[in-house]
């Protein structure tokens, strides 16, 4: 959290600089061995003299607002300038806090999901602004300069999931969901203009709240070339879901942050670093990606010694009015040694596929780990067997050997992360490893199906190991262990699907039948006549009464519908018309201290378990007490 520094000694030197700020100013997943304290140190004593400056590391990982609180009490320490690089945690305002919920319902009532957004970035910006004077104004009666370091976002190679709009205002949801699958069959189809239309719509009826028009516009506009366009709706993009606390949201410097550090941080004995305009003239006009960011805000190596030269050649103008360009020192600043970048690599790897990011970019860390110390190669190995075997984690072999290795591995593998199937990242090692010759090598499928072949072991769909492999975040959520990030406005007691089309998974050997039981509601269903598709590896295998009482079905696989290794159940509920705007008013007439559901529920489902065949099981036959499905599938509620 905070730097490996036991003890801070009275000033020595010339000048003592302060940097302060979060995890980005710690240097996350590099941290504590190579961090922008370190490199900014480096950088000075090359400017301006070795032992004439004293760098004092005061930044914590997940530092917030509070972190004007710290930079004034640090007055203490007789800085001679203040660097403060944070702004990704800013985001203050949490709508469901009990004091506040009788102002949010208010606000929806008023003005929907869209007046609530609004009025968040108000108080973002307000509270932004605030932190901003008050660190200004005191080290300004003092004399005493600071630098403000405005962070960045990735925004060429970090994905927000897509999301289905909550409520819309007008009774908009069921245009929505039309004009969403135009512009996603279009992209499908190469068809730029066509998707333009359809996003343009999307952004028209849900007034910018999901996100969704914004990514799909940046998209078509980066395949046409056109970057700064695509930077706009990509930032638009990024700040979309601002209002939405239902889900965790990855930490981010909004535009009404930066504004407020802009428009308040130049002034008194202040300065502002805009890191976005920086790395625009880092990457020649390129939009910030994986060139310079391990994740979502995160810098790389690269990233650091970039920032923190600009940071240093500002510094030294200050302190000295010594004019020097950061073109001039970045040379000078430290790199990290290859096994340390390896195991940030490999971090970030690990860091973007639980955060469900795409394939690609997943496998790009990886390759990068191996090419930086193919010896990185182990702890993929053990890390593949500490994902794919029953055995609890902190009980494991590969367990063992992770923490042998100690670090950022053994912090971040064993102390940050949980079992799951990880399909994308164990995927993603064991072809990088082959790509790279390596003689480790790993076969995630055949571990899976030693271990967890639904024909020996039954599976349950809904458990976080298998439900975290179906590329469906926003469900995911209410499953998820305590600790990992769970919302607290999830619901563990049953899966909710917030969208048309709900993914599980599940490991089969595709030599014997499978038999799956599957127990759900559609809260919204008006008549039976309404049905639910259930295909498995996309063949139609059951064609179900979708019943607003929870109803049970059990409906066998065929082993030639089956596949090897991973397989996937796809649910298709019916999108029948409803009106969710008076939905949500009685909600919000009803619920006045709780913050009602903003999101359209499609179906609950409460059991979803895959195993084998029993025998002495009569075709039909389940518990008395529920409504049930025949075995084919086929048939009445």
């Not at 004077?133 to 080290?139: I, K, L, P, S």
């Not at 700040?239 to 009404?256: K, M």
């Not at 394939?359 to 794919?388: G, K, N, S």
């Not at 590329?471 to 917030?498: C, N, V």
Request: net charge negative.
């Amino acid at each position: 959290m905070w730097a490996n520094v036991q003890r801070i000694e009275p000033k020595r030197t010339r000048w003592r600089v302060l940097l302060l700020g979060e995890s980005v100013a710690r240097g996350q997943l590099y941290e504590p061995r190579y961090t922008p304290a370190l490199v900014l140190q480096a950088l000075l004593e090359a400017v301006l003299g070795a032992g004439t400056v004293d760098v004092v590391d005061l930044a914590r990982t997940g530092m917030g607002p509070e972190v004007s609180d710290l930079a004034i009490a640090a007055a203490v320490l007789e800085p001679d300038a203040v660097v403060m690089f944070a702004g990704n945690n800013w985001r203050p305002y949490d709508p469901t806090e009990p004091h506040r919920l009788p102002k949010t319902n208010a606000v929806l009532r008023e003005g929907g999901v869209s007046g609530l957004k609004n009025v968040v970035e108000g108080e973002m910006r307000c509270r932004a602004t605030e932190i901003v004077r008050a660190v200004r104004d005191f080290y300004t009666a003092r004399a005493i300069p600071v630098l403000w370091i405005v962070p960045e976002f990735n925004l060429g190679d970090w994905h927000d999931w897509p999301i289905v709009a909550p409520t819309l205002t007008g009774g908009h949801n069921a245009a929505w969901l039309s004009s969403c699958a135009t512009a996603d069959q279009a992209l499908a189809d190469g068809d730029l203009a066509l998707a333009e239309v359809a996003a343009a719509r999307l952004l028209a009826l849900d007034g910018g709240i999901s996100g969704r028009g914004q990514q799909i516009l940046a998209r078509c506009r980066r395949l046409s070339g056109d970057l700064p366009a695509a930077r706009a709706f990509l930032e638009a993009a990024r700040d979309a879901r601002l209002w939405d606390w239902s889900q965790p949201l990855p930490p981010r410097c909004a535009a009404a942050t930066r504004q407020a550090i802009l428009a308040e941080g130049g002034q008194g004995t202040s300065q502002v670093l805009d890191v976005p305009v920086l790395l625009a003239e880092f990457l020649d006009g390129g939009l910030p990606d994986r060139r310079v960011f391990l994740d979502f805000c995160h810098l790389n190596s690269d990233g650091i010694r970039l920032v923190m030269a600009a940071a240093a050649a500002s510094l030294a103008d200050t302190l000295v009015t010594q004019r020097v360009r950061w073109q001039e020192i970045i040379a000078l600043a430290p790199s990290p040694e290859p096994a340390l970048a390896a195991e940030a690599e490999l971090l970030a790897a690990v860091h973007n596929a639980h955060w469900w990011q795409p394939t690609d970019i997943v496998r790009y860390h990886c390759d990068r780990a191996l090419a930086l110390w193919p010896a990185i190669a182990e702890v993929m190995v053990a890390f593949t067997e500490l994902q794919t075997t029953p055995t609890p984690a902190m009980l494991s072999a590969a367990a063992a050997r992770l923490s042998a290795h100690g670090g950022a591995v053994a912090q971040y593998l064993l102390g940050y992360s949980v079992q799951q199937l990880d399909a994308v990242l164990l995927d993603a090692m064991s072809q990088s490893l082959a790509d790279a010759g390596s003689r480790w090598r790993t076969d995630p499928v055949e571990a899976w199906l030693r271990h967890r072949d639904a024909a020996r072991v039954p599976a349950d769909l809904l458990d976080f190991y298998l439900l975290s492999a179906a590329d469906q975040p926003q469900e995911t959520f209410g499953a998820m262990p305590l600790g990992r990030g769970a919302s607290d406005l999830a619901d563990p007691t049953f899966y909710r699907a917030y969208r048309p089309v709900s993914i599980f998974r599940f490991v089969a050997g595709a030599s014997k039948p499978i038999v799956i039981d599957l127990t759900f509601r559609v809260p919204t269903a008006a008549a039976f006549s309404q049905r639910v598709r259930v295909l498995v590896n996309n063949r139609p295998v059951a064609d179900l009464p979708a019943c607003p009482a929870w109803t049970r079905h059990r409906i066998e696989i065929a082993a030639d519908t089956l596949q090897r290794g991973l397989n996937t159940v796809r649910l298709e509920w019916p999108q029948n018309a409803l009106d969710e705007e008076a939905r949500l008013g009685i909600a919000l007439e009803q619920r006045t201290l709780e913050l009602p559901e903003l999101f359209r529920v499609f179906a609950d489902v409460s059991a979803f378990t895959a195993a084998a065949p029993i025998a002495d099981l009569p075709a039909g036959s389940d518990s008395a007490d529920v409504p049930c499905e025949r075995v084919e599938g086929i048939g009445g509620c």
